[in-house]
């Protein structure tokens, strides 16, 4: 059974810098590219930023580049998202994904999502 487990989420200034981790489990990690999601209240979820599967490559969305940072250690079957500057804007519910191609059908898993809000 697959399962990500977001953390690291909470309360910062604007400027200040939260890592967030998404353990996961149930699969072979370190075979797909993950993802991470955000969601603010009223809008829809955003990608923030994916890695490939080996960690050799990233993208990001423009509003966090340069300030974002993804990463991975397959070793522990966990992806980080490192944030800097933050900004009252990147409030949100953030979500780590993995979508898994079994041959026949196309799995999209979420994890529980973790809070951010960047407030003075």
């Known amino acids: 059974q697959v399962q990500l487990v977001e953390s690291g989420g909470g309360l910062v200034q604007p400027g200040g810098s939260l890592r967030l981790s998404c353990a996961a489990s149930g699969f072979t990690f370190s075979s797909y590219a993950m993802r991470w999601y955000r969601q603010a209240p009223g809008k829809e979820r955003e990608l923030v930023a994916d890695i490939t599967s080996a960690g050799g490559s990233t993208k990001y969305a423009d509003s966090v580049k340069g300030r974002f940072t993804i990463s991975r250690d397959n070793a522990k079957n966990t992806v980080y998202l490192q944030m800097n500057s933050l900004k009252p804007e990147d409030t949100a519910v953030y979500y780590c994904?993995?979508?898994?191609?079994?041959?026949?059908?196309?799995?999209?898993?979420w994890g529980q999502g973790t809070q951010v809000t960047v407030s003075s």
């Open positions: 994904y993995v979508g898994i191609d079994s041959g026949m059908y196309y799995f999209n898993y």
